[in-house]
């Protein structure tokens, strides 16, 4: 399952809300403002606290609202 | 009133006596999630990092009063955006900083130390200028502050012995710090 790390008021982590919708691509959010373990989760992952990060696998990630590599990353 | 008077939330809603931080040099500073570019967090958690087991702390408080406004972002180029999460020091409830509504410890740590003006040499400077202007000519006025990333320098007694603007880096106050530890 693809998942977004993210935050409600955060408007890169909606439109990549959006942009996966569109592609027809399942995924869960994880709140990092609501919910500290999934805060942990992500800056363990990428090392930083900056969001929306995508990730499918818990290892390749992408940070940030960028298509390209969104798409490259989950072969879109 | 000093500044071991005032009772505040932790972001986890536990009230918080100022009190407790008694002989601790203390960094007060308003944050904000943003959008774009923040280097102040990092830097701040830097400095957490470096001076913490010298004993500093770090309060963070959050506010909205400044969203949507922000100067000097390009958010086109960066895009993320960070929440108050992942720093390690401590963050408290989102309240009003500036005007009527201000947390009575912000009142007082803004008439503790005024407002001297901004660095200019600062990137942000001139930009964040024009966007007060703009859109906030009134936060211009008098002490309050003026925007996210106000910091104010605590003592080990409790004396509120700096103020330093938006337009000043954590990292370029090290030695500030370090001169009170």
Known sequence: ?76 | MGIYDFTVKTNRGVEKNLGDYKGKVLLIVNTASKCGFTPQFKELQELYDKYKDKGLEILGFPCNQFAGQEPGTNEEVQSFCRVNYGVKFQIFEKGDVRGETAQPLFKYLTAQKKFEGFDESHPIANPLMDALKKNFPEYLEGDGIKWNFTKFLVDREGNVVARFEPTTTPASIAGDIESLL
């Open chain 1, 1 to 76: 399952m693809v998942k977004i790390y993210g935050f409600e008021s955060c408007g890169w982590c909606a439109k990549c809300k959006a942009y996966l919708q569109s592609k027809g691509v399942e995924y869960e959010f994880h709140d990092i403002e609501l919910n500290p373990e999934d805060a942990e989760a992500c800056e363990k992952l990428t090392g930083d606290t900056a969001v929306p990060v995508i990730t499918a696998d818990d290892k390749n990630y992408v940070l940030g609202f960028d298509k390209a590599k969104i798409d490259e990353l989950l072969g879109l």
